[in-house]
């Protein structure tokens, strides 16, 4: 009698005891899928500001980006800093005050330094005492050879390193709005960043190019840099009240955006033929 009831226990506990832990495994399958749903969401949410915050102020790839991804990414970007610096900075950005001096476009030598992307040396000791020290306070500054960078022109020429069987173009492409931010950036190469750009797009498709002073205290980089732009037409200037970091720069610059596309670029770049 006795060996009767331990069987029918037995019994029992083998079949309740898998029951159970099927149902545990189900429930904890469930949980997993709800989880990874919302990691999914919050991923395509995120993904711009990911990419962006990848890309460091000393260099990386271009991202290009839709607009609506933009949308999504200040929806879910809660900073009352970030808004305040829209609100105070960037609402007049299109509706600059007259400024004076065009800039001097420079008739440079098809041969000269760095054309055609060529590589271009100066022996230092051979350098003036005087030449010397601008060659060693571009070192120090700027942590490149500035001295170099200066004497290559702002519209120097470069390969076209286009495949040929890839040069063939949709005819109706969308516009491209140019974000560009900057920190006590060198002079020239900047200008040779935004010259890039415009002498190798083709207007319909440049919208404008807006650059982002992420709060530069170098001379050059105010008025002279508003008096330089303002006869391009197409570029205009944000400036931020504080030192504001690169993602927030930015978004400052993408908020008011009027193309199609936002391409974010360095400030130390060049656009090459057929970008």
């Known amino acids: 009698m006795m060996n009767m009831k331990v069987r029918r226990l037995v019994f029992r506990l083998v079949v309740i005891i898998p029951f159970i832990w099927l149902i545990i495994i189900l429930a904890v399958l469930q949980t997993g899928d709800n989880?990874?749903?919302?990691?999914?969401e919050n991923q395509q949410v995120h993904r711009a500001g990911r990419d962006a915050d990848n890309?460091?102020?000393?260099?990386?790839?271009?991202?290009?980006?839709?607009?609506?991804?933009?949308?999504?990414?200040f929806n879910?970007?809660?900073?009352?800093?970030?808004?305040?610096?829209?609100?105070?900075?960037?609402?007049?950005?299109?509706?600059?005050?007259?400024?004076?001096?065009?800039?001097?476009?420079?008739?440079?030598?098809?041969?000269?330094?760095?054309e055609m992307g060529k590589p271009f040396e100066v022996d230092k000791e051979k350098l003036s005492p005087?030449?010397?020290?601008?060659?060693?306070?571009?070192?120090?500054?700027?942590?490149?050879?500035?001295?170099?960078?200066?004497?290559?022109?702002?519209?120097?020429?470069?390969?076209?390193?286009?495949?040929?069987?890839?040069?063939?173009?949709?005819?109706?492409?969308?516009?491209?709005?140019?974000?560009?931010c900057f920190h006590n950036e060198a002079w020239n190469v900047l200008l040779r960043s935004i010259h890039s750009i415009i002498d190798r797009t083709q207007p319909n498709l440049l919208k404008e190019i807006i650059l982002v002073d992420d709060f530069s205290d170098m001379d050059h980089l105010k008025k002279p840099l508003d008096d330089y732009v303002a006869?391009?037409?197409?570029?205009?200037?944000?400036?931020?009240?504080?030192?504001e970091g690169l993602i927030r720069s930015r978004l400052a610059g993408a908020k008011i955006v009027k193309g199609d596309v936002i391409v974010f670029l360095d400030s130390h770049i060049e656009a090459t033929e057929g970008i």
């Open 35 to 40: 989880n990874k749903n919302t990691i999914n």
């Open 55 to 73: 890309i460091d102020a000393f260099g990386g790839a271009d991202i290009k980006i839709r607009k609506p991804n933009i949308e999504k990414l």
């Open 76 to 114: 879910n970007f809660n900073n009352q800093s970030v808004s305040s610096v829209l609100n105070d900075n960037v609402r007049a950005v299109h509706d600059k005050h007259e400024q004076v001096a065009a800039p001097q476009i420079d008739k440079h030598d098809i041969n000269g330094p760095g």
């Open 130 to 180: 005087e030449e010397r020290q601008k060659y060693d306070k571009g070192f120090q500054e700027n942590a490149f050879n500035q001295y170099i960078s200066d004497m290559i022109s702002i519209h120097r020429s470069l390969p076209d390193v286009r495949d040929p069987g890839k040069m063939q173009y949709l005819d109706n492409l969308p516009s491209a709005s140019v974000v560009m």
């Open 231 to 243: 006869p391009l037409k197409k570029v205009f200037i944000v400036r931020q009240p504080k030192r």
